[in-house]
C-alpha cells in the first residue's frame, strides 16, 4: 500500500539553491550528479526544522545516537552487526577514503579499482600521489563480471583496493560468492579492502545487497546521504574490526580535520534511519517504475541505446556503442543540442567509453523529458552524422 503521504510526483524547483546539479551549469535538463530531485522525507525536514528552531548553531559533538541509528538499520535491513568501538564519524565517504590512503599506504603505492567506477575514485588516488591499478570488468552480452585471474594478478602488486557495492556506475550488486573470492584473494595478498557501500539502500523492490565481511583487513564505508538525498549535510562512518587500522585512520581524519559534525548532519542521519523506512521502499519502487519506464522506451523508440540491467541505484549505465561516438562528444552533443547532460562514460574510465549515465531519481514527468530529449539529440547526431559522409 502506498502511503500518500509521501509525493514523489512534485516538480521541485532546485535553481537558485546553490545547487550543483541545477545551477552549477547552464543546461535544461541535469540527470548527472548523484543526487536526487526528490523531497526528503517529512521526519527528515521535520527534525532538521526542530534543531533550526534553537537559535544558537555552535560547533557540534557528534551523539551517541548517530552510531546507534547506523547500528541498528544495518542490523535491521541487512543483518550486520556492529558496535560503537568499531565506528568512526567523517564528513562523507570520499574525505575518508582520502584519509585511508593516506594513513594505510606510501606515496607510489599502486591502489586497485575495477572499472568502469565512480570517477572520483581516480582522483582520489591520484591527487594523494598513488598509482591507479585497473582490474577491467568484463562486459558479455549485456552485463559485467569480474575478471578474477587479472584480480589475483593485480592485487599482487597492490597496497589497497577499493570495492564499490553496490557498482556505481553499472548498477550491480555483487554476489556473496563474489564477495568471499575478493576477501580470499585481498587476504592472500595482504591487500587492505575498502568497501564503499554508500548505494546499498537504492535497491530493486524485494532485492537486498550484500554487505562485505568485516574482517582484520576490511573497512567499510556507509552513508546515508544517497539513500536519503540528504548529501549535503556531508555524513558518514567508516567501519572496522581492526582497531589498529581504526586508530591510524581516526587519527588521519583528525589530522585532516574530517572527524567532525556539523550542526545538522546528525538529526538528518537519525531522523532518516530511525523513521524513514518506508519512505525508502517507496522511493525504490519509484525508481524501479523510472527503470521500466528507460527500458520500455529504449526498446520501442530508441533500440539503438541499449539499458544495462542492473539490482540497484538510480544511476542507468547505457550503452551507446551502436552510435560509434566517443562518450564525451556524445555528452558534449547532447548539451549542446538538446540541453540534456548525461555523464560521459569515459569519466569512469577508458573502458566506460561506449556508454553514457542517466540519473532516474527524478519525477516522472523530468523522466519523459529527459528520454524525449535524448532520443532527438540522436536524431540529430545521426543526421549530422549522414550529412558529413555524403
Ligand atoms: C560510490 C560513491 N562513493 C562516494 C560518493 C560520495 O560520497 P560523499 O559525498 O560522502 O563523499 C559517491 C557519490 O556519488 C559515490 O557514488
Redesign the pocket.
Known amino acids: 500500500m502506498k502511503n500518500t503521504e509521501y509525493d514523489f510526483n512534485n516538480l521541485i524547483d532546485r535553481r537558485g539553491t546553490d545547487c550543483l546539479k541545477w545551477d552549477f551549469f547552464d543546461d535544461d535538463l541535469p540527470m548527472w550528479v548523484?543526487d536526487m530531485d526528490f523531497m526528503v522525507a517529512h521526519s527528515i525536514r521535520e527534525a532538521i526544522l526542530k534543531r533550526a528552531d534553537h537559535p544558537v548553531y555552535g560547533y557540534t559533538v557528534v551523539p551517541d545516537e548517530l552510531f546507534d541509528a547506523y547500528i541498528n538499520w544495518w542490523d535491521r535491513q541487512y543483518d550486520f552487526k556492529m558496535s560503537r568501538e568499531d565506528m568512526a564519524y567523517s564528513i562523507?565517504?570520499?574525505?575518508s577514503i582520502s584519509s585511508m590512503i593516506r594513513c594505510l599506504s606510501d606515496e607510489g603505492d599502486e591502489i586497485l579499482i575495477q572499472t568502469p567506477v565512480?570517477h572520483?575514485f581516480f582522483h582520489v588516488i591520484e591527487d594523494n600521489n598513488r598509482k591507479v591499478l585497473e582490474n577491467k570488468l568484463i562486459y558479455e552480452n549485456g552485463e559485467y563480471k569480474i575478471d578474477f585471474d587479472d584480480l589475483d594478478d593485480k592485487l599482487s602488486k597492490s597496497k589497497m583496493m577499493i570495492l564499490?557495492n553496490p557498482h556505481?556506475p553499472i548498477g550491480k550488486i555483487w554476489s556473496r560468492e563474489e564477495l568471499i573470492r575478493i576477501d580470499e584473494l585481498c587476504k592472500k595478498h595482504d591487500v587492505i579492502l575498502i568497501s564503499?557501500e554508500?548505494?546499498c539502500d537504492l535497491t530493486n523492490p524485494g532485492v537486498k545487497y550484500n554487505p562485505f565481511d568485516a574482517s582484520d583487513n576490511v573497512i567499510t564505508c556507509m552513508?546515508p546521504?544517497?539513500s536519503f538525498n540528504i548529501?549535503g549535510f556531508?555524513s558518514?562512518v567508516v567501519h572496522s574490526k581492526n582497531k589498529e587500522l581504526l586508530d591510524k585512520i581516526r587519527n588521519q581524519m583528525h589530522i585532516d580535520n574530517s572527524d567532525s559534525c556539523n550542526v545538522f548532519a546528525a538529526s538528518a542521519v537519525i531522523a532518516a534511519y530511525s523513521q524513514c523506512e518506508e519512505w525508502l521502499s517507496e522511493l525504490n519502487e519509484v525508481i524501479y517504475e523510472n527503470k521500466q519506464t528507460v527500458r520500455q522506451f529504449l526498446e520501442n523508440e530508441l533500440p539503438v541505446v541499449k539499458l544495462v540491467e542492473s539490482d540497484a541505484t538510480y544511476l542507468l549505465w547505457l550503452d551507446c556503442s551502436a552510435l560509434n561516438t566517443p562518450s564525451k562528444m556524445l555528452s558534449e552533443f547532447l548539451r549542446e543540442n538538446q540541453g540534456l547532460f548525461l555523464s560521459a562514460g569515459v569519466d569512469f574510465g577508458e573502458n566506460g567509453d561506449d556508454f553514457l549515465r542517466m540519473n532516474i531519481a527524478c519525477p516522472k514527468e523530468l523522466l519523459n523529458v529527459g528520454l524525449l530529449k535524448l532520443k532527438a539529440g540522436v536524431i540529430a547526431l545521426n543526421n549530422l552524422t549522414y550529412c558529413l559522409k555524403i
Open positions: 548523484a562523507g565517504v570520499m574525505p565512480y572520483v564499490c556505481n564503499d554508500i548505494h552513508s546521504s544517497k548529501a556531508q558518514s
